[in-house]
């Protein structure tokens, strides 16, 4: 690079995806939380989707090495909503941008950079909060709101849809601000969709409406746990491991992200329930073949085969 065209680099300070593309891929990889075992992957991955230099004459300039300098001295992230379609909770976009680039500041950088949402959605009345703040209250709010969750029963199909999407995206916050996603919001959520907290005949909703909704849910919150980011008791552990499995021989396998394709859930999922007591044997080979079906090959061999592709990813 010679001395003109490095100067001007060094005075850019947007970067974003590269002219005709879209999205981070962030959401892509921490839904196919199978296919990695370490966020920097995940760093890795949006530095190249988002590495492209805009200003002073670029457009859309491969610029990463420039960008990850740049990130090296950023302390806050922050994202503004200025309206009342959309939240922190209800879509991808929000966590695979704001939680993608504190994720890349974390690596960087070595901190925590602060994660902040200004709100808008009232004209002269700014408020700036920690993205944990905003996560939590719509959790209270909605997701975890029987008001919520009975106008959600009443859309069927797609109610259950919502209800797991939410998860998918709770998932992606605390992947990528680890920080904003504590125990606590997990165990709320389990309290209230698995445990049934206000008595509304869930199971018996998904049931009826789309038991792979319920599948997912389960799937994810034994994901967060397998890949330590949610502690939960033993007990916990079972029971989801238990509803997991009696949802997949009794509906078959949802084949979203993070179920059959995901070989290391599986295998964590028949240790679990081949534990004394929990399931009989009988229904963890149904299990088991329930998964090797779905795949065309035995989990074993599932599990060989992933620990060779991530090396291979990795090289």
């Not at 029963?153 to 995206?169: H, I, L, Q, T």
């Not at 009696?246 to 078959?252: A, D, H, Q, R, Y």
Request: aromatic residues 10%; charged residues 30%; hydrophobic residues 35%.
């Amino acid at each position: 690079m010679d001395e003109e065209t490095a100067d001007t680099f060094s005075k850019i300070r947007i970067f974003t995806e590269k002219p005709s593309s879209y999205g981070t891929g962030v959401s892509e990889m921490t839904g196919n939380s199978g296919f990695w075992e370490s966020d920097d992957e995940i760093v890795k991955v949006y530095e190249n989707r988002v590495g492209y230099a805009f200003g002073l004459g670029k457009w859309g300039e491969d610029g990463k090495e420039i960008l990850r300098e740049n990130l090296k001295g950023v302390d806050t992230a922050i994202h503004s909503i200025s309206s009342n379609i959309y939240g922190a909770m209800d879509n991808d976009d929000v966590f695979q941008y704001l939680g993608g680039v504190s994720l890349a500041v974390r690596k960087e950088s070595g901190e925590t950079p602060s994660t902040l949402i200004t709100m808008q959605r009232i004209p002269d009345q700014v408020e700036v909060e920690d993205v944990a703040k905003t996560i939590g209250r719509e959790l209270r709010t909605r997701y975890l709101n029987p008001e919520w969750i009975e106008g959600m029963k009443e859309e069927d199909y797609a109610g259950a849809r919502e209800m797991s999407r939410f998860v998918e995206y709770m998932w992606g916050w605390q992947v990528t601000v680890p920080y904003s996603v504590d125990k606590a919001k997990w165990e709320q959520t389990y309290e209230v969709y698995v445990e049934d907290k206000y008595g509304m005949d869930l199971k018996k909703f998904f049931n009826r409406a789309n038991p792979w909704a319920y599948q997912s849910i389960t799937a994810r919150m034994l994901e967060a746990v397998r890949k330590g980011y949610w502690q939960a008791d033993d007990k916990v552990r079972k029971k989801l491991a238990v509803e997991y499995a009696v949802n997949v021989v009794e509906k078959g396998v949802a084949c979203c992200d993070h179920t059959c394709n995901n070989p290391f859930l599986n295998q964590m999922v028949v240790n679990l329930i081949s534990l004394p007591g929990v399931m009989s044997p009988e229904m963890v080979e149904r299990f088991r073949l329930a998964i090797e079906q779905a795949m065309a090959r035995a989990l074993a061999e599932q599990v060989k085969a992933r620990e060779e592709l991530q090396k291979k990813l990795n090289e």
